[in-house]
């Protein structure tokens, strides 16, 4: 088994707020993150697949189909977006770093393991100091 990476790259607008708590409450848990009028991250994610190179062609994936994969189904969906407004496959769910990573690893998976190879990590930083890492089930 063998694991490549692509890595990529967006900026997106969040805000981290439960309507159902008093303001006070959101900036004591979000802190920062829950300012009303939102702000935004410079985002980068780390897309590890593993599987075994193909006899043919030595790859575990073609890299132009994974960037062009993550490209459609993740990057041009959060790329300049609004997390909580803008974006298809996050209505409904909180901001968080780890929320995302785990939708972003739902927008990917299926086609991934459609090519024979298994998605293994989705690694999203929010800041240079705080990232996630996914690697799928519960
Ligand atoms: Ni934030």
Not at 3 to 26: C, G, Q, V
Not at 43 to 70: C, M, N, Q, R, W
Not at 85 to 110: H, N, P, R, Y
């Amino acid at each position: 088994m063998i694991y490549i990476t692509r890595k990529e790259h967006f900026n997106a607008a969040h805000k981290l707020h439960r309507p159902d708590w008093s303001e006070e409450k959101n900036a004591e848990v979000f802190g920062k993150c829950s300012n009303p009028n939102w702000h935004g991250h410079n985002y980068e994610i780390f897309v590890t697949v593993k599987g075994e190179p193909a006899e043919e062609t030595g790859f575990v994936i073609d890299l132009k189909f994974l960037s062009k994969l993550i490209k459609e189904r993740v990057i041009d969906k959060l790329d300049h977006k609004n997390i909580n407004i803008d974006v298809d496959f996050m209505a409904g769910k909180m901001a968080s770093t780890e929320i995302l990573a785990i939708a972003i690893w739902d927008q990917l998976e299926t086609e991934i393991n459609e090519k024979g190879c298994y998605l293994h990590c989705v690694k999203l930083y929010e800041t240079e100091n705080n990232f996630v890492e996914y690697f799928g089930g519960k």
